[in-house]
């Protein structure tokens, strides 16, 4: 029997779903202008070139979107945050957490926290939350004003 690990979460496939078809706009524009061009004489019906890149870059838009979502996850221990990311794995101790930007990640639901050494990461919301819970949770962390005196030239 395959029992899913509860501590391993996965980010809200929505947000990357998002994120992957706004930048299929983007680049679709962007091929559209340099194949197309902008003081071109017509601009519809377009070339055949738009029967090529569109459907490529669609394709690897969503090849990638289903990489994104089912190669990226977290996993929740007693001692860290491993986040896995295709096939790329970074652990975040809870003792190394000092400080999470709690506004910033709930108007925007994504995890801000800064490590001892006072670099920023940034962590998408699973579905429910729990990484943000778990990790307000587990760390140790500095009151804002400790944190703007540790590290005054960090913006927050």
Same mark, same amino acid.
């Given at each position: ?6 501590n391993i ?25 340099s194949f ?28 990638f979107c ?29 003792? $190394?957490?000092?400080? *999470?930007?709690? &506004?910033?990640?709930?108007? /925007?639901?994504? %995890? @801000? ?5 006072? !670099? ?5 919301? $699973?579905?429910?939350? *729990?990484?943000? &819970?778990?990790?307000?949770? /587990?760390?140790? %962390? @500095? ?5 703007? !005196? ?7």
């Open positions: 029997m395959n029992k899913k690990n509860p979460l996965h980010p809200n496939p929505w947000r990357i779903i998002l994120i992957f078809v706004i930048l299929f706009v983007v680049f679709e524009a962007i091929f559209f202008i197309q061009g902008i003081a071109s004489d017509h601009i519809w019906p377009p070339d055949a070139s738009f029967a090529i890149y569109t459907p490529s870059l669609a394709i690897a838009s969503i090849l289903i990489l994104s979502i089912t190669q990226t996850s977290y996993e929740v221990t007693s001692l860290k945050l491993v986040h896995t990311k295709m096939g790329k794995v970074s652990e975040y101790f809870w003792s $190394d957490i000092i400080y *999470i930007d709690e &506004e910033f990640s709930a108007r /925007k639901k994504m %995890l @801000l926290f800064y490590t001892k050494d006072g !670099r920023d990461h940034f962590l998408a919301f $699973d579905k429910k939350g *729990i990484i943000y &819970e778990k990790a307000l949770e /587990k760390s140790h %962390l @500095l009151s804002k004003e400790e944190f703007q !005196r540790k590290f005054p030239n960090k913006k927050i």
